[in-house]
């Protein structure tokens, strides 16, 4: 077995890349996933393990083993996994996968969808609220029209809590977005505070796309415009506006309220 104990091995330094740069995830179409429970999710999820990186003190060959029969195992030093991991407690092991293809076309839904789309989210947290909300309500897919973070980031993957791995995720441009929705027959609705109705007296079950955007600016004139009908959480306080992974859960849990959860 593979042993790595210098954290200038050229490898080493490929896997910090990964970490720290979009780009060279998109040329080399891996990522680093971090922690035990992560990987096992992402394995289950269909995700492809190349290589399992190990800290003998923390985690035992044989557990490391466990995770991935045909990944690549390389034992690694302290130094080297306190250079690569994002958190200070974690089991010890670290994997690069594969990432998947997150085009429209490669989404299998139901008959009858409930889908989430958030327009140009940024923070990784939200993002990662977002993923955690739809996979507790298991949506159909989510899908991330213009895209401002590759889903990619180590923080999303952290933030996600695993879920990057138990949805169904597309990216595309807004355009893409409604023209496969309409070509889909799925109804739109828009949160938005232009020209909209109560959230509540809408009729989420048929097959339906749930769209948020950004809290600073809000959906496009673009997806306002595609709506079947643009939809309101009413407040009552001084601000109009909320976290936008709580008022997807709001209209989500709504939706699965109508169909019966």
């Given at each position: 077995m593979k042993q790595i104990t210098s954290s200038q091995n050229p490898f080493i330094k490929s896997l910090v890349l990964l970490q720290e740069k979009a780009k060279a995830r998109k040329q080399s179409g891996t990522f680093l996933i971090e922690g035990k429970r992560e990987i096992e999710i992402a394995m289950k999820g269909g995700y492809e393990m190349e290589t399992i990186l190990f800290l003998p003190e923390l985690i035992s060959e044989t557990e490391a083993r466990k995770l991935s029969k045909s990944a690549e195992l390389i034992e690694i030093s302290k130094d080297i996994y306190q250079?690569?991991?994002?958190?200070?407690t974690t089991e010890g092991i670290l994997a690069v996968a594969k990432t998947k293809s997150l085009q429209l076309s490669d989404l299998k839904l139901s008959e009858n969808p409930l889908i989430l789309v958030?327009?140009?989210?940024?923070?990784?947290?939200?993002?990662?609220?977002?993923?955690?909300?739809?996979?507790?309500?298991?949506?159909?897919?989510?899908?991330?029209?213009?895209?401002?973070?590759?889903?990619?980031?180590?923080?999303?993957?952290?933030?996600?809590?695993?879920?990057?791995?138990?949805?169904?995720?597309?990216?595309?441009?807004?355009?893409?977005?409604?023209?496969?929705?309409?070509?889909?027959?799925?109804?739109?609705?828009?949160?938005?505070?232009?020209?909209?109705?109560?959230?509540?007296?809408?009729?989420y079950t048929t097959s339906t796309a749930l769209v948020v955007g950004t809290e600073a600016t809000g959906l496009t004139q673009e997806w306002r415009e595609a709506a079947t009908q643009n939809i309101i959480i009413p407040m009552q306080g001084e601000i109009d506006s909320m976290n936008v992974s709580v008022a997807a859960a709001i209209l989500i849990f709504e939706a699965k309220r109508q169909r019966g959860f």
């Open positions: 250079k690569l991991a994002y958190r200070d958030a327009e140009a989210p940024e923070k990784p947290g939200n993002i990662g609220a977002l993923l955690r909300t739809a996979d507790a309500a298991n949506l159909d897919a989510v899908i991330i029209a213009n895209p401002k973070s590759d889903l990619y980031n180590p923080n999303i993957v952290r933030s996600s809590v695993g879920c990057l791995f138990t949805n169904q995720i597309a990216t595309g441009t807004t355009t893409e977005i409604i023209a496969f929705l309409k070509e889909q027959k799925i109804d739109i609705y828009c949160a938005t505070l232009q020209n909209s109705t109560s959230y509540h007296t809408q009729d």
